[in-house]
């Protein structure tokens, strides 16, 4: 039963505006008829009326005000803040909106100074007083200590990313390790609907050991990864640079890129592990916010796990987000698996991939797969039954796993003669009297507990049609169970 | 308030936001964010904590140390210690935004029960926690309400934290105010812990979440959270010192620093859009309700500003106290509302402390003239603070129209014994009604409420030594209908009860791997059950849409 999200705060409607047009900042664009009569409808509902407010000094990136020290009675203010107000803010034209099209209605600019040294800096917005709503925050890496290039974000948050929303205490926070020298704008917004209340922004910067690039810092040129195992990445110095994307589903404060080719369509598997590495995410093409594929931050294995659907042929490439790159030796392994299956097989094929990719980084990963047993033959099987053969063999999806644990015991094989509607099960050489086709009898034990395989004892007799049918055993509560569906074959022979 | 009501259920929370909020089609950044997430990475370092019950839910608090922008726990909730009995289980999601807390309400609860829970991460399980949900409003059963305040962690041991944890009976505890104090270590009631520990002054996000962090490594402190539910409220020290004086006032960023780690860190869900609003009642079944006031937020500026509580809030218990018809109304009251003058006149001549009640007699005169003509019996004030015990009745034209019951201070300074010695005399004398007296000793104290009487008792140990034992100090009774302090007096039992020991093992890992066991195995068998349930369902349907083709045939 696939969870069900609860409802526990009613969301305001929000207003659909296409203001993200692709194709601004010199970066090739997309754009459609549709496009263009949004973007005039949007000018026009912009239009500013007679009296409204008059726009506020960091409405946009280039009017971006700095954060302020602040003083306190009793001790020093490390962090640096800024009160912003809303009134008469507007949206972005051009600016990549990242918590989808109703994201960064009404926006205020920060600026966060360069540091000659690599640093931690978290960036935080919340509430000042009153509603329990989360402002939305992204954060820009400037290339350089000056510049507004806000084409992609680095870091993004908001009440999709900062917890559960009926707490009602979010506050956005985006940490980020920064190269030395770079400044970064801080976008602070509000949605439609929301109430555009005051936001407190603070900045907290951590100074970090200046240490190396490892390989693959920029996605451009980054090492290519063989398809496979055993391959290790090194973490240590990585930062987050100002062509990063981000990812608001999996967040980290730093990464390195590597790419991989791709030869054929399919279901792909990717994992990495070690105590370093804090994401994996996939992208079907050049890294952008829009071509992310899949991403794993999470999951009751050591190793991150990701499955995702390769349509096309080529490259792709793979960040490994890390959140302590100041550490001495920081690295992660990394292994790409597949194709699982063609991709039609889609999600389907995921829980199974998942298993393999994490157990081919870690022998000793716990199964999560708890789908059950669903055994299938392999596809020669009905051919050779038919020439005379005995082999059957198969495979199987679905490890009801319990405990980490895979509980598929066994694989049971009934063969049946078909006659009238009625089957006559097979038990030893000989075929019983006609029975129920419903119910198999004399199933055989057939030998593997993932791909498995029995020899019937003699060839089908000529002349007749068989029902073959595999079925699943489990093992639960230290007694062996059926699980799963009765998959048949049937054989003219 | 209850935000989720979740029973034999798992659930993403936040995923409602997530559905309703984005556009699914959306290209960019955020289309990955409607995934379901799963656990994360992370450690339970901070212990666990529980509290708003009521008597069908409880807030659970719990956070993991994990240096993710983003990661998620399970809670598992359970009727039995063993996590046998699971009747909820939960995914929580965090972030750097909360400080990584994890905060999750579950409803659906049996009244007057204790419950017990756990938070698992990929890589950790928390303590086991044990919680209590209150009476039903037409509950007979006796109630006992803990209360403290004034915790400085320089000024020496909780150990009257430790005495309560072992209370049992406790069905809530209750922190009247400061919580925290915002100074460095040693500045404000010396370096009662010894030399060598790091506590900066608490000024900004970084540094409140820090000092929250450090009181809650506290070992009675985090006992007591993990064994019994808590309402908290703040003074100002949870920001610094007498703030709302103006002189000077806190930056925005430092009082929404200390008002956000507040929340973050203690097991409480904000109001609907009243984000930092802490005043509510809590019912304790037919004879008792818990009225708590937030003295700070809302008081005007100055010393003393014009208003102490703030007219919304002024009315809200007004109107609380006339409605409710609990036995006992225990007002949770952060600042001392008795007068302490020094004159036969008290606050009217020469008031000592202008941050209490005492700067605001005009409001005080409301509320107790309200309580008055309303012929609202049995209002008990439950005050902090002072840092002093006392128990005072509350008098309007010459009559005692209410009680108060310092609780003294956790360890915040008191009085030195020779002003004490000198002074205590003095002030009773002059203050005729202030029934008891004690600046000395420290500690916390417990209010227990039956259909007849309420009864009180203050409980103090040697703040200087570490797990000093308890004793009561003194010990009130206070029938229905009396409206006045008695005392029975006396030095009590040395000592509390034992409480059920956390979980020991010779190991932590191997304590660890128990744990790990038993939360897995308690989250597998109701996913399980879940699953099962599912797949009969679909059988089913299966079976009906059969029948259905058969009959069409």
């Known amino acids: ?493 | 308030m209850s935000r989720i009501s979740i029973t034999r259920r798992e659930l993403v929370v936040a995923g409602g936001s997530l559905a309703a909020g984005l556009a699914l089609t959306t290209p960019a950044h955020a289309r990955l964010l409607p995934t379901t997430r799963g656990v994360g990475r992370g450690q339970f370092l901070d212990g666990v904590a529980s509290g708003e019950p009521s008597s069908d839910a409880v807030t659970f608090w719990g956070r993991l140390t994990t240096s993710a922008p983003r990661s998620a726990a399970r809670l598992v909730v359970a009727e039995d210690a063993g996590l046998t009995r699971t009747v909820a289980t939960v995914v929580v999601p965090t972030s750097a935004g909360v400080d990584h807390t994890l905060k999750a309400r579950v409803g659906g609860l049996k009244p007057s029960q204790h419950y017990f829970y756990v938070w698992q991460s990929s890589t950790d399980v928390s303590p086991l926690g044990r919680t209590k949900t209150a009476p039903a409003a037409d509950s007979d059963t006796p109630v006992s309400v803990a209360y403290s305040s004034c915790q400085n962690y320089s000024a020496g041991y909780f150990n009257g934290h430790r005495d309560a944890a072992a209370f049992d009976e406790i069905d809530i505890c209750a922190f009247l105010g400061d919580y925290t104090y915002e100074y460095p270590y040693a500045e404000y009631g010396g370096a009662g812990r010894g030399p060598g520990v790091v506590d900066p002054a608490s000024t900004d996000l970084e540094t409140y979440r820090g000092k929250l962090r450090l009181y809650r490594a506290d070992a009675a402190l985090r006992e007591l959270h993990r064994l019994h539910p808590v309402v908290h409220v703040w003074d100002d020290h949870e920001i610094a010192d007498n703030y709302t004086d103006g002189a000077p006032s806190p930056s925005d960023l430092q009082r929404n620093a200390g008002y956000r780690a507040s929340f973050e860190w203690l097991p409480r869900l904000a109001f609907q859009n009243d984000r930092f609003r802490l005043y509510r009642s809590l019912r304790y079944g037919k004879h008792a309700e818990l009225f708590i006031t937030d003295q700070r937020q809302y008081r005007s500026t100055g010393d003393p500003g014009t208003t102490m509580l703030g007219r919304p809030q002024l009315d809200w218990l007004k109107r609380g106290l006339q409605g409710s018809n609990a036995t006992f109304k225990l007002v949770g009251n952060p600042d001392m509302i008795a007068p302490l003058g020094l004159s036969p006149l008290g606050a009217t001549l020469a008031t000592i402390n202008s941050d209490q009640w005492d700067g605001y007699p005009q409001e005080r005169a409301e509320l107790l003239r309200h309580i008055a003509d309303r012929g609202i019996s049995d209002v008990v004030f439950l005050t902090g603070d002072i840092h002093l015990y006392m128990a005072n009745d509350l008098l309007l034209d010459g009559r005692s129209v209410a009680t108060e019951y310092i609780g003294g201070s956790v360890t915040s300074p008191g009085l030195p014994d020779l002003v004490s010695a000198l002074g205590a005399p003095a002030i009773q004398a002059l203050n005729t009604h202030i029934r008891y007296f004690n600046g000395i000793d420290h500690g916390w104290a417990i209010a227990r409420v039956t259909k007849d009487e309420l009864k009180v008792e203050f409980r103090s140990s040697d703040i200087t030594k570490k797990d000093a034992p308890s004793r009561t100090l003194a010990a009130f009774t206070q029938p229905v209908g009396r409206n006045a302090v008695m005392q029975t007096a006396g030095v009590g039992t040395v000592g509390g009860r034992a409480a059920p020991a956390a979980a020991r093992a010779s190991t932590r890992s191997a304590a660890l791997r128990t744990r790990r066991r038993k939360v897995q195995t308690a989250a597998d068998r109701d996913l399980e059950r879940r699953i099962g349930l599912a797949e009969s369902a679909a059988r089913r349907r299966r079976g009906r849409r059969s029948a259905a083709k058969g009959k069409a045939v």
Request: charged letters at 20%.
């Open chain 1, 1 to 493: 039963m696939r969870a069900r999200p609860t409802a526990t705060t009613r969301r305001p409607s929000a207003t659909v505006l296409a203001l993200d047009l692709p194709g601004s900042a010199g970066r090739p664009g997309r754009r459609t008829l549709r496009g263009v009569v949004l973007a005039v409808a949007t000018l026009a509902a912009l239009a500013v009326p007679a009296g409204a407010s008059a726009a506020i000094p960091n409405d946009g990136p280039a009017g971006a005000l700095p954060l302020l020290p602040a003083t306190a009675e009793n001790g020093p203010i490390t962090e640096r803040q800024r009160t912003l107000a809303f009134d008469g803010a507007t949206p972005d034209a051009g600016t990549p909106r990242c918590l989808g099209p109703a994201s960064f209605e009404q926006t205020a600019w920060l600026r966060v100074e360069p540091d000659s040294r690599v640093r931690r800096l978290t960036v935080e917005a919340a509430v000042k007083d009153g509603s329990t709503s989360t402002p939305d925050l992204a954060a820009y890496v400037q290339n350089g200590a000056t510049g507004t290039d806000v084409r992609e974000p680095q870091g993004c948050s908001g009440r999709e990313t900062a917890g559960d929303a009926s707490r009602g205490d979010l506050g956005a926070s985006v940490p980020l390790v920064v190269p030395a020298g770079a400044s970064v704008l801080v976008q602070v917004g509000w949605r439609s609907g929301d109430a555009a209340v005051p936001v407190v922004a603070s900045a907290a910067s951590e100074a970090l050991p200046a240490l190396p690039a490892p390989a693959g810092q920029a996605f451009a040129g980054a090492p290519f990864a063989a398809r496979g195992t055993g391959l290790v990445v090194a973490l240590t110095g990585a930062t987050t640079t100002s062509l990063d994307p981000a990812q608001p589903r999996c967040a980290s404060q730093a990464g390195v890129w590597r790419r991989v080719r791709i030869a054929r369509k399919g279901v792909y598997a990717a994992a990495t592990a070690g105590d370093a590495a804090g994401t994996l995410t996939v992208y079907s093409t050049t890294p952008s916010g829009d071509t992310a594929k899949a991403c794993a931050d999470d999951g009751t294995t050591p190793a991150l796990t990701t499955v995702f659907r390769a349509t096309r042929t080529g490259t792709y490439w793979l960040r490994v987000g890390t959140d302590t790159p100041e550490k001495a030796a920081s690295q992660a392994g990394l292994a790409i698996l597949g194709p699982y299956g063609t991709s039609k097989a889609g999600t389907a094929a995921a829980p199974a991939a998942r298993d393999r990719a994490a157990r081919a980084i870690d022998p000793k990963a716990p199964c999560t797969d708890r789908r059950a047993p669903r055994p299938a033959f392999d596809a020669t099987v009905a051919r050779k039954l038919k020439r005379g053969g005995r082999a059957v063999r198969g495979g199987n999806d679905g490890a009801a796993c319990v405990n980490g644990r895979s509980t598929v015991s066994r694989f049971t094989v009934a063969v049946a003669r078909v006659r009238g509607g009625r089957c006559s099960w097979r038990t030893g050489r000989r075929f019983g009297a006609p029975r129920s086709c419903a119910v198999p009898r004399g199933a055989r034990r057939a030998s593997g507990t993932d791909r498995w395989r029995t020899t019937l004892p003699t060839a089908l007799p000529r002349g007749a049609r068989y029902r073959v049918v595999v079925r699943a055993q489990v093992r639960k509560g230290g007694k062996l169970r059926n699980s799963g569906p009765r998959v048949t074959l049937g054989v003219k022979r």
